[in-house]
């Protein structure tokens, strides 16, 4: 199973996800009001969905870390929470240029922003704090915790400038297709990031 992991990635399979996922984005439909500023949207969506799965992800791991504690599934915890860290804060950064471009300004105080905001920073106190040697335990509860606290980010934080459902109600199934087949690239990205930091990591 490890040799295989191994043969996958150090193949250019990252290279061509990216060419990929360049191409979509230069191919997909404008919209009508955003014009060429839905680019940068397709980004930041893509981004931010691969970030939250991830980080939803790495809470699981870290629920079956709390019930078990072995450190096995501590390292993938890891490896998939740092990855899950970095695409969020990609589509952070994606959301605020998205903002700049379309809005005419970065609304530092919009709340979805400062929840997002705050859930990195919890996220990146936390995965650097389980990289530490606590107990094993400990480690998957923080990384549960985690999770939890972006899904309530999420749920009670109120729509002010962002749009509730802008995708799936979309007429245009090419803007459709434009998101959900970019986030599925940037999803596998992550994997393979997920696939070599954890080989690394088991190396170190």
């Known amino acids: 199973m490890f040799q295989l992991r191994q043969r996958v990635v150090t193949r250019p399979v990252l290279g061509v996800i990216l060419l ?3 191409a979509l984005v230069w191919l997909a439909p404008l919209e009508q009001s955003l014009g060429a500023g839905i680019k940068v949207v397709y980004l ?3 981004l931010i969905w691969t970030g939250m799965t991830g980080l939803t992800l790495a809470g699981v791991f870290g ?3 709390l019930i078990s504690g072995k450190r096995t599934g501590q390292a993938w915890t890891q490896a998939i929470g740092w ?8 589509g952070i950064g994606m959301s605020m240029l998205a903002a700049q471009i379309n809005w005419g300004a970065i609304y530092w105080d919009e709340p979805r922003t ?5 859930v990195l920073a919890v ?7 389980t990289g530490w040697p606590l107990a094993e335990r400990f480690k998957g509860l ?3 915790g985690v999770a939890a606290f972006l899904a309530w980010s999420v749920f009670a934080t109120p729509l002010v400038l962002h749009p509730e459902n802008p995708i799936r109600t979309s007429p245009s199934l090419l803007i459709q297709f434009s998101f959900f087949g ?3 690239l940037t999803s596998l990205a992550a994997g393979w990031l997920v696939l070599y930091l954890h080989g690394h990591m088991r190396d170190a």
């Open 114 to 118: 400062v929840a997002m905001s705050r």
């Open 63 to 65: 629920l079956g870390v």
């Open 83 to 90: 990855v899950a860290v970095a695409f969020f804060a990609g």
């Open 123 to 129: 996220a990146v106190i936390v995965f650097v704090v």
């Open 20 to 22: 990929l996922a360049a």
């Open 142 to 144: 923080l990384s549960a």
């Open 44 to 46: 930041h969506v893509a």
């Open 182 to 184: 970019l986030f599925a």
